[in-house]
């Protein structure tokens, strides 16, 4: 059942998508034929994606809150209401510069909301060993949209125009709504005992920020979407340069969405043979070469290089997604996508703006050509910062057993802060290698909870280790030991257990709110 339920939410993505490149297309177009300069034509790339920084974070708190099935059917709704909107907008003739930005930036809120729920439901409808396979056809979702739905908007405005462009936008949202209606998803645990938003969202931030692999996985995303952006949004005035209708643009776009069709299938075979940093590096270079050719080269060859262009996109947005979906642990999936959502997208809406701006003053061909020199170097980035060892193979399956403190009074959720002691007695030969392992504790109590952490030695006991960290409330405690353990974490304690000679004495001390 549940591989049905990816399929049918599979095909609504993918025609939600092609809803949404073909109002983006139709929106970049109206612009072209209203003579619009080049700063104004890509921001309508950053009026798309900029919202994620404003939402992407709440939104991932949001969908680890909530029930993410209900907030996927709310978010579709009001993406629909907003498209149905701007279409009457537009039937009647009142459509301007502004108002298409300003639509399209709605629009962008209602994505930016979801889209951590849809990344975070993928891994409940596959099993893990397919999530790989799960990544890359949900990329099919996002570039077979582009190959499908530029080329559609082409024809479709030059036919009928840019309020049935719209409309079609519209349907397609109401056609996902229908989806997730139909999926019966098992009820969410833990939205009983939900964290407060503001702690939620400071426990997601702090995850990722102690998190090694996550960040880096970060940083190569950022890497590749600021030089990348200026492809998606100076593309218009390459159509333009070429002489090209709608249709004809809706051609360029889709040459980009058939290439990342065509990695979809050779995306596997390429990861069998050669590391995901090779793949990543290899895709920048191939995306410079596209970039390149939509600056100077004709119809034909440009249309060529895009496809090995659209290629290179999925190959980095898989492999990137596929390390990050493996590597967070289901306690934080959400607000972590969302994190890399903000980190991508915020990426493509300043590069947008920031290359538009470039064209206006300097020249397309100039912000193509500094645009590619940069990819150069992210490919040769990778090898002083790659994706780091471990990343996707680790244990992320949590780990329920925890031995329930003995207190002598009965503590509030709210209660805290709470400073946690460990003592452990450590063999004396083994003190440098015990350090050495608590460092990699250190990182599991901050990304689970701890706000402070400190290694103490002891004055009085040569062999007395002690470990100290405060958890800002006593639910936040019992939500790290019992929901945000995994088996990762649980390795490394033991690992550390490895150099102690009895058993670690723990003791809890909560602040006295005589003290306050």
């Known amino acids: 059942m549940a591989i049905t339920a990816f399929r049918v939410l599979w095909f609504a993505q993918l025609g939600s998508n092609i809803g949404t490149w073909m109002q983006t297309v139709g929106a970049q177009w109206v612009l072209v034929e209203a003579a619009a300069g080049a700063a104004l034509i890509a921001l309508v790339q950053t009026a798309s994606l900029a919202p994620a920084i404003l939402v992407a974070l709440p939104a991932g708190v949001l969908a680890d809150s909530l029930d993410r099935r209900r907030l996927l059917i709310w978010g579709s709704a009001a993406s629909a209401v907003l498209a149905a909107a701007l279409t009457v907008v537009a039937a009647v003739g009142a459509l301007t510069p502004w108002t298409i930005l300003a639509f399209t930036f709605l629009l962008g809120i209602t994505s930016a909301l979801t889209s951590p729920a849809w990344q975070a439901i993928q891994p409940e409808l596959v099993p893990r060993n397919l999530i790989a396979a799960s990544s890359a056809l949900g990329g099919v979702t996002v570039n077979g949209a582009r190959a499908v739905g530029p080329a559609l908007a082409g024809v479709v405005l030059s036919t009928f125009g840019a309020p049935v462009v719209f409309g079609v936008n519209a349907l397609s949202f109401v056609v996902a709504v229908i989806a997730l209606l139909w999926w019966k998803r098992p009820s969410q645990t833990g939205l009983d005992d939900r964290e407060p938003f503001g702690a939620a969202l400071r426990a997601g931030v702090r995850y990722v920020v102690s998190a090694h692999l996550v960040r880096r996985i970060l940083l190569r995303s950022a890497l590749f979407a600021l030089p990348a952006s200026a492809l998606w949004a100076l593309l218009p005035l390459t159509a333009k340069r070429l002489h090209l209708d709608s249709s004809g643009y809706g051609l360029l776009l889709g040459a980009l969405g058939v290439g990342a069709v065509l990695g979809i299938f050779a995306l596997p075979l390429a990861r069998r043979r050669f590391s995901d940093n090779l793949v990543i590096a290899v895709s920048a270079v191939l995306f410079a070469t596209g970039t390149l050719a939509a600056a100077v080269l ?139 392992a608590m460092r990699r504790v250190e990182d599991s109590r901050r990304r689970t909870g701890a706000s402070r952490w400190a290694l103490c030695r002891s004055g009085d006991e040569e062999d007395v280790q002690v470990e100290m960290f405060v958890v800002p409330s006593w639910g936040e405690f019992r939500r790290q030991e019992t929901q945000r353990l995994t088996g990762r974490d649980r390795e490394l304690r033991a690992a550390a257990l490895v150099h102690a000679e009895a058993e670690p004495v723990e003791r809890h001390f909560f602040l006295s709110r005589d003290s306050a």
């Open 298 to 436: 004709p119809v034909i060859p440009t249309l060529v290089l895009l496809v090995l262009a659209g290629l290179a996109w999925i190959g980095t947005l898989t492999v990137l997604n596929a390390a990050l979906q493996l590597t967070l642990p289901q306690w934080v999936r959400s607000r972590g996508a969302s994190i890399y959502i903000l980190v991508f997208m915020g990426a493509m809406a300043i590069g947008s703006t920031g290359w538009g701006l470039v064209a206006q003053w300097l020249g397309t061909s100039l912000a193509y050509s500094a645009s590619a020199v940069l990819l150069l170097l992210v490919a040769v980035s990778v090898r002083v910062l790659p994706l780091l060892p471990g990343t996707g193979t680790i244990d992320r399956s949590i780990s329920m057993s925890w031995p329930t403190p003995t207190l002598v009074f009965d503590p509030q959720p709210t209660d805290g802060p709470v400073l946690v002691q460990i003592s452990y007695t450590v063999r004396p030969d083994a003190l440098a290698a015990f350090r050495s």
